[in-house]
């Protein structure tokens, strides 16, 4: 088992950035792929990026590519998103997952954080 908790969302002007952590319990952590995801009002949520469990493959989705950077640091059992050139369309709630095996796009993660609110101002 694994309890998420994310930190780090907030309010911040068009062009700015904002750093984005998935802190984790549990031993086997450092097994697991992670991945961030977000929902606006209104809309259904949404993959953003992904890692796997070392930190040597990454995904993205093609909204946030060149913008967003997902990072582990497995001593600490977190996970990283950092947002830079943020626009006001990324405003949402930013939820991390995590799953035991391979990384993926879709929404087939074990466990999820409450998540954090993100808002981008113009």
């Known amino acids: 088992q694994a309890q998420l908790v994310e930190s780090g969302g907030g309010l911040v002007q068009a062009g700015g950035s904002l750093r984005l952590s998935c802190a984790a319990s549990?031993?086997?952590?450092?097994?697991?792929?992670v991945a961030w995801f977000r929902q606006a009002p209104g809309k259904e949520r949404e993959f953003v990026a992904a890692?796997?469990?070392?930190?040597?493959?990454?995904s993205y989705a093609d909204s946030v590519k060149g913008r967003f950077s997902i990072s582990r640091d497995n001593a600490k059992n977190t996970v990283y998103l950092q947002m830079n050139s943020l626009k006001p369309e990324d405003t949402a709630v930013y939820s991390c997952?995590?799953?035991?095996?391979?990384?993926?796009?879709?929404?087939?993660?074990?466990?999820w954080g409450q998540g954090t609110q993100v808002t981008v101002s113009s």
């Open positions: 997952a995590a799953r035991v095996g391979s990384l993926r796009v879709d929404n087939a993660y074990h466990y």
């Open positions: 549990g031993r086997t952590f450092s097994t697991y792929a």
């Open positions: 890692i796997n469990w070392s930190g040597s493959v990454t």
